[in-house]
Structures are given as structure tokens and as C-alpha cells.
């Protein structure tokens, strides 16, 4: 994709192919010798799982979508049958929901992977744009897709999103009726979620073929933040990464095959077991686990357009981090201070998650009566959530552009490999810079 | 176009920076197809809005006599809950001092119900906050209390407490005898 190719065909069809469609050149540039930093670690295992994942869940989608009918009347059984009737279906279904959960837990991995070693900053500003678009994609499409078994969750979840745009001034009420193809989430809307929740991984399939030419323009980041500055500081991607990979993949599959066999139902909500009902609610309404943190902002807020403003720009504030950074250190090994604040906000990131999770008015700490502030119980998960939504935004609208400019960070070695070479305990006499080069 | 050196182009056509023919064209044809995608898209984005069938199926008749005093029946309408409630004396009167209260979505009790049937509250039971359903008879008003986000509702459907920025919304609905109401 970028740089000068190093492969050379060796046999007579591959010398004959690549005069037409260079495409044994493409993928061996891209996953074979690409250079890549050779201090990776587990956190850069991410990627290729999450690409798994995404492999994984259209495959399991394709399939499923052969016995599921979307409509009103059947959707319910036919999420059932798969699950009773349909040979391995309770396999694939499994599969199917399971992945959601697991796909997030990569993106998050990754993404918190990201802000800790600074990957997002120049010249990686697009690649990371590129992701904040994936991860938009993925709940579009983990949303779509949690409406398709039209239980009781499905619904009434799809129902109060979809009334989140009526938040809009003027043009929102139109907006809903348009997006449900009626007066209220019903047949037209579930059918037409379903097309969306159909193109949507193919759509974030593209983006990652972006994203990934965005990666080989400037290469990998590495734990270190230190600019590859020269060969020895790179291997080849093939056997090196494949094998890491391979390993991290490995292990992850088997934190993912424990909850398709032995808790299939661990993540997802009992309400949903019921058929979806219009005049009825649930008496406790929750997202997947995943969107959490962000349905705790949105009721933080007491004010309806207020909420979705900062929900959405909880997300919103992604796209602008780059520029939000203004330090020139990338990795925050060899920033201490910020890296404090960076712990607290992945910290606060969960704490969001579990006030989505409670009804506002429960109490945090039970049993205690509560910090009574005027009209207030500051023991209360609402003003929980309003803390850790004020942290949310602080740490990057101000504790991020203050920091780059206040901080005084740790000495940034020389290469990737200087601190290697330099460190006494780590070079045993004899040891050279590139074990891969020898023999 | 911009080239304008005596007889550095042979081509005839080009002669300055005075739109000639083939840049009438040009426009031409570019406002032409933008007109073309321009058409197009509104079919494409209308055809999600409600289609004829479902515009067709908007109202509904009710029975009153099934309802006592002190109930509610909730119905289902354009795919939403209805409620029909009979209101008892002191739910009425209990609206009516909310009058005065220090209100949200300021509205009399007397404008949510048709006149001299005060007893009779016909509204949409989705909360005005994301969508809901209210509990009836729940919250410290006797109305409603919407479980999701704690919004509280008057026995008169206005709000009164929580995130919901407006009364419950009255349908339009007409009474077609005493005991028959007809709604949409
Ligand atoms: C980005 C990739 C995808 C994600 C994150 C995703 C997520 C989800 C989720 C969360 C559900 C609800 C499962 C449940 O709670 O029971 C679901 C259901 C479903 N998805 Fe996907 N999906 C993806 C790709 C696809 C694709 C490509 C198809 C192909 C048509 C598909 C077809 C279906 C069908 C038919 C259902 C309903 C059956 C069921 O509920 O298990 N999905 N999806
Ligand atoms: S939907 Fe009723 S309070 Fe939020």
C-alpha cells in the first residue's frame, strides 16, 4: 500500500498474475513482510481479533438471517425456533449474540489501547477518525440488531432511542415518524431495521479496509510512541505478528466459547424472553452492557435535549481528540501525570457503565441514607452519574489540552530499541540488536 | 478557460474568459443532473415515511361503558397505548388545584377534557421524556409514573416531576354519544 513492495513472485503464474492483478503483492506487502515495530505488545493483538469478530458475526448474521422472518407477528418464534429447533442453531444464534458482546470488548481494549500510547496522534489522526467511524457503525449496527427478536427489551429499547431524535427542535417529531414508518416502533420499523442491520457490517467492512490503508501509510505506533527509525527497529509482519496473533486469538476464543456454551444467557436480559408488548414496560429499562456508559450520560442530564446532546457528544468528542492533545509525547509510559487521570477515566468509564445499569434513584451505597442537598441525595446513582459525566468530558476538553502544556514528561528514548539495548538486566552479553537477522 | 495567450490554443472554441457555448453546455448539463439526483432523492427518502395503509388505519371506536370510575383501560392506537381513564370527584378535584401550580407545560384540567365530561380522560399513553409507558395511579399525584426515567404525571396527565418536558398529549378524539368516543 505505501512504501517500496518486496515481493517477488517466484513461480510463472504468480509472475503472470502480477503483470495483471497485483494482488499476491497486495497481500504479502500487507500481512506478510510489512514492517512493524518490534516491541508490540498484547495490546496490539486487538485488531486482528477484532477483525475475527467481524468475520465471525456476518457469517453467524448471513446464517441466521435464512430462518429469521422479519415481522411483527414472527420474529419472536423465529428467533426461538433457531434456538430450539433449527439444526446448531443454538450454536450459530449463540454465536451470533455472544460476538456482539465480544466484538465490544475488543473495541474497547483497542480503543483504550489508543489513548494510553497515544496512537491517535500525528500522523495517525485519519486512522483514528477512521475507528471513531467503525465504532459508530458497530453500535448503529448492535443496535438494529437487538431489535430483531422482538422481546421486551428490543422494543421498548428501540422505542426510547428512537424517541431521542424527537429531542430535536422543530424537525425532530417528523424525523421519528419517518425513521418508524408510522406512529410508534411497529411492523415497517422492524423491517427496515433489519435491511439496516444487514448492510451495516458490510459497510464497516469497508471502512476497515480504510482504516487498514490509513495503518500502512504510517505504520504502527508501539508501546515506546518513538518513530521507527530504522530497520532494525521493525520485523516482519509474517511470521512474527501472524503468531502473536494467532496466540492472543486463541485465547480470546476460549473466554468467547465460555460464554456461547456455558452462559449463553449471562449477557443478555431475561426481559427478553418475553414477546415483545406495546402497552406494556418493562419496570427497568437497559441497554446491552456495552452502550451503558453512554445511556448513564444521556439520564444524567435532567433536561430531554440536554441528555442527548452530551450523549452524542460523548461520542463526538472521539472524532476531535487528536486535536484536543496538545502534547508531542505519544506514549504515556514517559507521561506519569496524565497517566494518573488516564487511569481515573478508565475507572470512571465503568463506573458510567454500572449507573446505566441501576434505576437513577438507587441507592449507591444501600442502607445509608444519604448526603441530603437541598432537593438532592447525592447517594443516589443519578448524581453519581452526573460526577463521572462531568470527568468524562473534563479529562478531554481540559485535563488533555492543559497537560500536554503543563507537564514535564519523563525522558523519550533515542529508538525502540535504545531502551532494550541500554537497560543492564536485559542485555546479556553477547546479545545483538536483531535476533531475527542471524543465521 | 483561463487561457487567454494569443494563439497559444488552436483550438477555436476557446477564445477568452467569456462563457461560450461549451461552457453553456457544461452547466447545462450539471444542473441537469443535479436536478435528476435532486428528484430522486426525495422519493427514496419519502417512501420511509407512514405509506398509505398505515395513514388508513388511524382511528378507532371506543366502548366508555367498560371503563368504572377510578379505572383505566389502556388501548392500543396507531401502535401506542391509549389511556381512557374515569376520573373520580376527588381525581378531578385534585387536577383542578394543580391549576395553580407552579406547572411545567401550564395547561387548565378544564383543557384536557371535553367539556362536561370531566370525568372522562382520553390521552396517549407514551411518555412525553423517550417513549414509556406511565404506571397509572402511580407517583406522589395519583396520575402516572413513567418507571424508566421517574417522570411523574398529574391526574390530569400533566408533568410534574422528572426529565418529561410535556403533558401527556391529548388526541384528537370526539364523542360520538355518551358511551362512545371516537378517536383519531
Ligand atoms: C458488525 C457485525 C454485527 C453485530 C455487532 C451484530 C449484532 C447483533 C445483535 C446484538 C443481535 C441481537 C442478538 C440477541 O440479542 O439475540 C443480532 C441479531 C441478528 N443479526 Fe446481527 N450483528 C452483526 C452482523 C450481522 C450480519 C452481517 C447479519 C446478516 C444478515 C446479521 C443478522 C442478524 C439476525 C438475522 C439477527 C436476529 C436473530 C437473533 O436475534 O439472534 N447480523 N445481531
Ligand atoms: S421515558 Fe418516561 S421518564 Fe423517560
Excluded at chain 1, 492483478?21 to 481479533?49: E, H
Excluded at chain 1, 460464554?259 to 414477546?275: R, S
Aim: net charge neutral.
Amino acid at each position: 500500500m505505501s512504501g517500496h513492495s518486496t515481493y517477488e513472485p517466484k513461480t510463472g503464474f504468480e509472475r503472470w498474475l502480477d503483470t495483471r492483478l497485483p494482488i499476491i503483492r497486495f497481500a504479502s506487502d500487507t500481512i506478510v513482510s510489512f514492517p512493524t515495530p518490534k516491541n508490540l505488545n498484547y495490546w496490539w493483538t486487538f485488531g486482528g481479533i477484532l477483525a475475527l469478530m467481524l468475520g465471525i458475526q456476518i457469517v453467524s448474521g448471513i446464517i441466521l438471517a435464512m430462518h429469521y422472518v422479519p415481522h411483527v407477528d414472527h420474529a419472536f418464534d423465529s428467533v426461538q425456533r433457531i434456538k430450539r429447533d433449527v439444526n446448531f442453531g443454538w450454536l450459530i444464534q449463540g454465536m451470533h449474540a455472544n460476538g456482539a458482546s465480544m466484538f465490544f470488548l475488543a473495541v474497547y481494549v483497542h480503543m483504550f489501547r489508543n489513548l494510553y500510547y497515544g496512537s491517535y496522534k500525528a500522523p495517525r489522526e485519519v486512522l483514528w477518525i477512521l475507528g471513531c467511524v467503525i465504532y459508530l457503525l458497530m453500535i448503529g449496527t448492535a443496535f438494529f440488531g437487538y431489535v430483531l427478536p422482538w422481546g421486551q427489551m428490543s422494543f421498548h429499547g428501540a422505542v426510547v432511542i428512537t424517541n431521542l431524535i424527537g429531542a430535536i427542535p422543530l424537525v425532530g417529531p417528523a424525523i421519528t415518524t419517518w425513521l418508524w414508518g408510522g406512529f410508534a416502533v411497529d411492523n415497517p420499523t422492524l423491517n427496515r431495521f433489519f435491511s439496516l442491520h444487514y448492510l451495516l457490517p458490510f459497510m464497516i467492512a469497508g471502512v476497515v479496509g480504510l482504516h487498514i490503508w490509513a495503518l500502512h501509510v504510517p505504520g504502527n505506533n508501539n508501546p515506546t510512541g518513538v518513530n521507527v527509525s530504522s530497520p532494525d527497529d521493525t520485523v516482519p509482519f509474517h511470521p512474527y505478528y501472524t503468531v502473536k496473533d494467532g496466540f492472543a486469538i486463541s485465547v480470546f476464543l476460549i473466554l468467547y466459547a465460555t460464554f456461547v456454551f456455558y452462559l449463553p444467557d449471562a449477557l443478555g436480559d431475561a426481559a427478553n424472553y418475553i414477546q415483545a408488548n406495546p402497552l406494556v414496560t418493562p419496570a427497568h429499562i437497559v441497554p446491552e452492557w456495552y452502550l451503558l456508559p453512554f445511556y448513564a450520560i444521556l439520564r444524567a442530564v435532567p433536561n430531554k435535549l440536554m441528555g442527548v446532546i452530551l450523549m452524542f457528544g460523548a461520542i463526538a468528542t472521539l472524532f476531535v481528540l487528536p486535536w484536543l492533545d496538545t502534547s508531542k509525547v505519544r506514549s504515556m509510559r514517559y507521561r506519569p501525570t496524565i497517566r494518573l487521570y488516564f487511569f481515573l477515566f478508565a475507572l470512571d468509564c465503568i463506573i458510567l457503565g454500572f449507573c446505566g445499569a441501576h434505576a437513577p434513584d438507587d441507592m449507591v451505597i444501600p442502607g445509608v441514607a444519604g448526603l441530603q442537598l437541598g432537593d438532592a441525595n447525592l447517594n443516589s446513582f443519578v448524581w453519581l452519574s452526573r460526577i463521572a459525566a462531568l470527568y468524562y468530558f473534563v479529562y478531554f476538553w481540559v485535563i488533555n489540552p492543559l497537560m500536554g502544556l503543563t507537564e514535564t514528561p519523563l525522558p523519550v528514548p533515542q529508538s525502540i530499541s535504545a531502551p532494550v539495548l541500554s537497560h543492564p538486566a536485559t542485555t546479556p552479553t553477547g546479545a545483538v540488536a536483531s535476533p531475527e537477522k542471524r543465521g | 478557460m483561463a487561457d487567454t495567450v494569443v494563439g497559444a490554443n488552436p483550438d477555436p472554441h476557446v477564445t477568452g474568459d467569456d462563457p461560450d457555448r461549451r461552457d453553456f453546455i457544461h452547466i447545462a448539463a450539471g444542473v441537469a443532473a443535479l436536478g435528476l439526483v435532486g428528484g430522486l432523492a426525495w422519493p427514496f427518502i419519502d417512501q420511509m415515511n407512514p405509506a398509505g395503509d398505515t395513514l388508513a388505519l388511524a382511528s378507532i371506536e371506543f366502548d366508555l361503558s367498560k371503563v368504572e370510575p377510578g379505572q383505566q383501560v389502556v388501548v392500543k392506537w396507531r401502535g401506542k397505548p391509549l389511556f381512557v381513564r374515569n376520573r373520580t370527584p376527588k381525581e378531578i378535584q385534585e387536577a383542578i388545584q394543580g391549576d395553580h401550580a407552579d406547572l411545567r407545560d401550564p395547561a387548565t384540567d378544564e383543557s384536557r377534557h371535553k367539556p362536561g365530561k370531566a370525568n372522562w380522560l382520553v390521552l396517549v399513553g407514551t411518555c412525553t421524556h423517550l417513549g414509556c409507558v406511565p404506571t397509572f395511579g402511580g407517583g406522589e399525584y395519583g396520575g402516572w409514573f413513567c418507571p424508566c426515567h421517574g417522570s411523574v404525571y398529574d391526574t390530569s396527565g400533566r408533568i410534574r416531576k422528572g426529565p418529561a418536558p410535556k403533558n401527556l398529549e391529548v388526541p384528537t378524539y370526539a364523542f360520538l354519544s355518551d358511551t362512545k368516543v371516537k378517536i383519531g
